[in-house]
């Protein structure tokens, strides 16, 4: 890949580049949040995943939730998040979001959740109840959902598209040839369906790949046109960092230039948003795509 830098093993333990160098976060709407966060116990991925954003994004009013647990039916090589048997599903976990969200005061909420593969509705009927309880109590508040691929089951998607989020994001994650390595129990071509039956049915949408990984220029090229060829309409390119020792290792530090490259073709493909540098995720600038 062009402008990028190669890790060997040797050079895994050195500094990392300057543009991968988080600012703390800092404001009046950041200490307000973090402080309601700490008193009610609120649980949010910006803090438990220690995101380089949180406080850009707060300072913004956007928030991401986790539902569903804390521990994923799936063992994706580049995923912090704990692998094994979940607990069981508490279905009052819808109303318990809605209201740290309206405490929070969040304009623009971004739902997530790990891979329920151990339940016959894959987590789908409490994704459409944490919707619904969200409008209820915060009906000026939009809502994007990162979902799972619900295995391809077009039953189970329908419930997210019957509660029509005003976007749902499904995560490509890498390039084909990778997909079997970084997300082992995913396959490339059901996530690209499973884009291709949310746009077909109304749907704005959005999907996430991290570079880093060993992918050539060429591969991420030819997956940022799988996805628009499916009608994708926002895409995040952002740097994977190893999470643990255990998880995948960082092969390259991709530059800001190249970054801002693929920034540049993902517009001339006819993405309607393109975020794309190293410390981008998936919901990064959320607040405005679902606008």
């Given at each position: 890949?062009?402008?990028?830098?190669t890790i060997?093993?040797t050079?895994?333990?050195?500094k990392?580049?300057?543009?991968?160098?988080v600012?703390?976060?800092?404001?009046?709407?950041?200490?307000?949040?973090?402080?309601?966060?700490?008193?009610?116990?609120?649980n949010?991925?910006?803090?438990?995943?220690?995101?380089?954003?949180?406080g850009?994004?707060?300072?913004?009013?956007?928030?991401?939730?986790?539902i569903?647990?804390?521990?994923?039916t799936?063992?994706?090589?580049?995923?912090?998040?704990?692998?094994?048997?979940?607990?069981?599903v508490?279905?009052?976990e819808?109303?318990?979001?809605a209201?740290?969200?309206?405490?929070?005061?969040?304009?623009?909420?971004?739902?997530?959740?790990?891979?329920?593969?151990?339940?016959?509705?894959g987590?789908?009927?409490?994704?459409?109840?944490?919707?619904?309880?969200?409008?209820?109590a915060?009906?000026?508040?939009?809502?994007?959902?990162?979902?799972?691929?619900?295995?391809?089951?077009?039953?189970?998607?329908?419930?997210?598209?019957?509660v029509?989020p005003?976007?749902?994001s499904?995560?490509?994650?890498?390039?084909?040839r990778?997909?079997?390595?970084?997300?082992i129990?995913?396959?490339y071509?059901?996530?690209?369906?499973?884009?291709?039956?949310?746009?077909?049915?109304?749907?704005?949408?959005?999907?996430?790949?991290?570079?880093?990984?060993?992918?050539?220029?060429?591969?991420?090229?030819?997956?940022?046109?799988?996805?628009?060829?499916?009608?994708?309409?926002?895409?995040?390119?952002?740097?994977y960092?190893?999470?643990?020792?255990?998880?995948?290792?960082?092969?390259?530090?991709?530059?800001?230039?190249?970054?801002?490259?693929?920034?540049e073709?993902?517009?001339?493909?006819?993405?309607m948003?393109?975020?794309?540098?190293?410390?981008?995720?998936?919901?990064?600038?959320?607040?405005k795509?679902?606008?």
């Amino acid at each position: 890949m062009s402008n990028t830098t190669t890790i060997t093993p040797t050079q895994e333990r050195v500094k990392k580049p300057k543009w991968l160098r988080v600012k703390l976060p800092v404001g009046k709407k950041y200490t307000e949040l973090r402080g309601l966060v700490d008193k009610y116990k609120l649980n949010t991925i910006c803090t438990s995943g220690s995101c380089p954003n949180m406080g850009e994004c707060w300072g913004e009013g956007t928030a991401t939730f986790m539902i569903l647990g804390n521990i994923c039916t799936r063992s994706c090589g580049f995923c912090g998040v704990k692998t094994g048997r979940p607990e069981t599903v508490e279905w009052d976990e819808p109303e318990k979001v809605a209201r740290s969200i309206k405490l929070m005061q969040i304009k623009h909420a971004v739902i997530t959740s790990v891979d329920r593969d151990d339940l016959k509705d894959g987590g789908s009927i409490i994704w459409a109840e944490t919707v619904d309880a969200i409008r209820r109590a915060n009906p000026n508040t939009t809502l994007e959902t990162l979902i799972p691929d619900f295995q391809g089951n077009e039953k189970l998607i329908d419930r997210i598209i019957e509660v029509h989020p005003e976007v749902v994001s499904h995560n490509m994650e890498t390039v084909r040839r990778l997909t079997r390595e970084v997300r082992i129990q995913a396959k490339y071509e059901r996530s690209l369906g499973v884009l291709k039956y949310l746009k077909e049915n109304g749907m704005r949408t959005k999907s996430g790949i991290m570079l880093g990984l060993g992918e050539t220029e060429e591969e991420v090229i030819e997956t940022m046109k799988d996805l628009r060829n499916v009608g994708l309409d926002i895409i995040t390119i952002g740097q994977y960092l190893q999470p643990t020792k255990k998880h995948l290792p960082v092969k390259e530090f991709i530059t800001p230039e190249q970054f801002k490259k693929y920034e540049e073709i993902g517009l001339e493909l006819g993405f309607m948003y393109v975020e794309s540098g190293a410390l981008v995720r998936s919901s990064y600038k959320a607040h405005k795509h679902a606008s």
